[in-house]
């Protein structure tokens, strides 16, 4: 007689993304860490802004339409700095 071997079962744990992970983090809006340069001066001369979260990026959308990004909100916030709601 041959003997069977029982295997454990696999479980599987949901897995959950950050923003950077799976493009949301471009549906977001970010706080401008203005010690490399204003919004107002990347959208006119077209250069790069420093999110508090370290994104780089032009902005060219308003950010009114989208969610605040998580990880600026909590750097802010660490700041002492008047973060908006919703």
């Given at each position: 007689?041959?003997?069977i ?9 949901p ?13 977001m ?17 077209g250069?790069p ?5 370290g ?10 339409r989208?969610?605040l990004c998580?990880?600026?909100r ?6 002492g700095?008047?973060v908006p709601?919703?």
């Amino acid at each position: 007689m041959s003997q069977i071997e029982v295997l454990p079962e696999e479980r599987v744990e949901p897995r959950t993304t950050t923003p950077s992970e799976d493009g949301d983090h471009e549906r977001m809006a970010h706080i401008v860490d203005e010690r490399f340069g204003t919004v107002a001066e990347a959208i006119v001369n077209g250069t790069p802004c420093v999110a508090l979260c370290g994104k780089v990026w032009v902005p060219s959308r308003d950010p009114k339409r989208y969610p605040l990004c998580p990880t600026c909100r909590e750097v802010a916030e660490a700041r002492g700095w008047p973060v908006p709601r919703g």
